[in-house]
């Protein structure tokens, strides 16, 4: 039973590139979350998708980020024209489809580098 | 309205000792508290969890505390281990959706258990 996947593990791009980061959710998990966390703080959520639907956007930066959750292939965050705030690491997580279940598991998240 | 404070920030303890981290939340939608543990390199993983029914949650050495009344919930450690070494998020959810939330987390606690 695999766990939560992303990738790649580490990406590094120029300022102004463009950074697309993967995951794919725990196998039988419909719920995909996305959380950034900078050094030494806590995560902070950004954006709640379902497949095909962006359920809660409101932690996410209104400019340059952007989410999807297809029907079939894996999740992706699009960071566009990084700029070297974007330099974090972000996670997904994902969580049953059965309503109440509150437990959310991670990936191992992406260490996006701008330089 | 969001935020989960925790204390403290760090954190030394003596191999055998008990390790005590608390958390406040003033959310009173949250209905589900977890504790996630993570190593540096690493995605968090779920340790325990509470939803608030109960005021005791025990798993091994690890015990959840619940007060709702105070709105305060604290992770302790029993018999701490070396291998315990690592950084603890308290976080919260619920209320919003039927059941699925973003998790809002606290700063995280660096514990370093020493021999």
């Keep these: 039973n695999a766990g939560v996947m992303q990738n790649p ?12 980061l993967r995951c794919s959710p725990m196998k039988g ?11 030494e703080e806590g995560l902070k959520f950004m954006v709640y998708l379902q497949k095909e639907n962006i359920i809660d956007e409101s932690g996410m930066p209104k400019e340059r980020f952007s989410a999807e959750f297809p029907k079939e292939g894996p999740s992706i965050l699009r960071i566009q024209q990084v700029v070297r705030g974007d330099s974090a690491a972000y996670f997904c997580a994902s969580s049953p489809t059965l309503q109440g279940r509150g437990e959310q598991y991670f990936g191992p998240g992406t260490r996006l580098t701008v330089t | 309205q969001q935020q989960v404070k925790q204390s403290p920030q760090s954190l030394i303890v003596q191999k055998g000792g008990i390790s005590i ?26 340790l325990i969890a509470i939803r608030p029914d109960v005021s005791e949650k025990k798993e091994g050495r690890f015990t959840i505390s619940f007060n709702k009344s105070a709105k305060q919930f604290s992770l302790h450690i029993m018999d701490s281990q070396p291998g315990d070494s690592a950084t603890y998020f308290c976080a919260a959810n619920g209320g919003t959706y039927s059941g699925n939330t973003p998790l809002v987390f606290g700063k995280g606690t660096r514990l370093s258990v020493i021999a």
Excluded at chain 2, 27 to 37: E, K, L, R, V
């Design chain 1, 9 to 20: 593990r580490h990406l590094v791009r120029r300022r102004g590139q463009e950074a697309r």
């Design chain 1, 29 to 39: 998990h419909s719920h995909v979350y996305w959380y950034r966390q900078l050094p």
């Design chain 2, 21 to 46: 981290i608390n958390c406040a939340y003033e959310n009173t939608a949250f209905d589900y508290f977890p504790w996630y543990q993570q190593f540096p390199g690493k995605g968090p993983a779920l």
